[in-house]
């Protein structure tokens, strides 16, 4: 039986973390929070991960993270960077605008296709997720067969962060399947004790509690990359062209792909729970958080 992948967003600059949140260290034995991601997904039948980085920070994550898992993991790397399957007419036109960074996580995907010939779930590399959501996503991809896609909610009042405002991909359900993602930036509770998506006009969204948020939990077949891929030019042709800080964002392309009929992207509940570190003072509650469940004895003092 062909083992899942688990693929690691880890290519972000950190800006509202001050720093390389993916190489912080926030176990007793140097773990940064991916390591207890990796260490769930191995866990759960996973049989490789691959990292998505940038060139620039390629020896301190070897020396970080590489030099620890890679001992008790088959682990590759894939870079993004701002020039990474972009054609040349519209990386002159980016680089006139200015722009200085890579295109989003759609575009961190696809800059990793060639190490892709299994299922595989993809997250963030700054996110806990918990292992039951491993258990879950890990026993679906490997599913003989398996051709459609899933995605792993959580409750939004649990993914804030006090330190400021958050961005997340909104999900509507039905039947248990996703029907819509709508990535939304601006999202924190306020003074009333509701949360609000606040709009660039200062327009204001309530949302509640339990609305249902996508945190980057994915699973997909490899069948999926030529319609991303597709998704993807359409944004270069379009905001990304004109606009030297657009993103092209996993959950809209999951969004298109949807509604185009192209695929179905099963919802699957997982109980797990959820934390991470968006701003540098997130750090001090997952540290804590982490020792809980070392203390606990979800993780062993030293994972690898």
């Not at 879950?136 to 649990?158: D, F, M, R």
Request: hydrophobic share 40%; proline share 5%.
């Amino acid at each position: 039986m062909i083992k899942p992948i688990i693929v690691v967003l880890a290519a972000g600059m950190g800006s509202r973390y001050g720093g390389l949140k993916q190489m912080d260290k926030i176990g007793k034995g140097g773990e940064v929070l991916l390591d207890y991601s990796v260490y769930d997904a191995k866990r759960a039948g996973f049989g490789k991960a691959v990292f998505i980085i940038r060139r620039d920070i390629e020896r301190d994550f070897r020396e970080t993270v590489l030099s620890r898992i890679g001992g008790g993991f088959p682990c590759e790397l894939a870079f993004q960077e701002m020039d990474s399957l972009i054609p040349a007419d519209i990386l002159a036109k980016a680089r006139e605008l200015n722009r200085v960074k890579p295109w989003g996580t759609a575009h961190a995907l696809l800059c990793a296709r060639d190490k892709i010939d299994a299922p595989f779930a993809i997250i963030n590399a700054d996110d806990f997720y918990g292992r039951e959501a491993f258990d879950t996503v890990g026993k679906y991809l490997s599913t003989p067969g398996v051709s459609e896609g899933a995605i792993v909610p959580y409750s939004l009042a649990k993914t804030l962060s006090p330190q400021g405002t958050v961005t997340r991909g909104v999900c509507e359900i039905k039947d248990g399947y996703l029907t819509s993602v709508d990535e939304l930036t601006a999202i924190a509770r306020e003074g009333d004790g509701k949360i609000y998506n606040t709009f660039a006009d200062g327009a204001k969204r309530h949302l509640p509690d339990t609305t249902p948020v996508s945190m980057n939990f994915w699973g997909f077949s490899p069948a999926i990359f030529n319609d991303v891929k597709r998704y993807f030019d359409d944004f270069l042709a379009g905001p990304g062209s004109v606009q030297p800080k657009a993103e092209c964002y996993l959950p809209m392309a999951a969004d298109w792909l949807i509604k185009k009929g192209l695929l179905k992207i099963r919802v699957l509940e997982a109980g797990a729970s959820w934390f991470g570190v968006t701003y540098k003072e997130d750090r001090e509650t997952a540290v804590a958080k982490i020792g809980d469940y070392t203390s606990a004895g979800v993780y062993p003092a030293s994972l690898w």
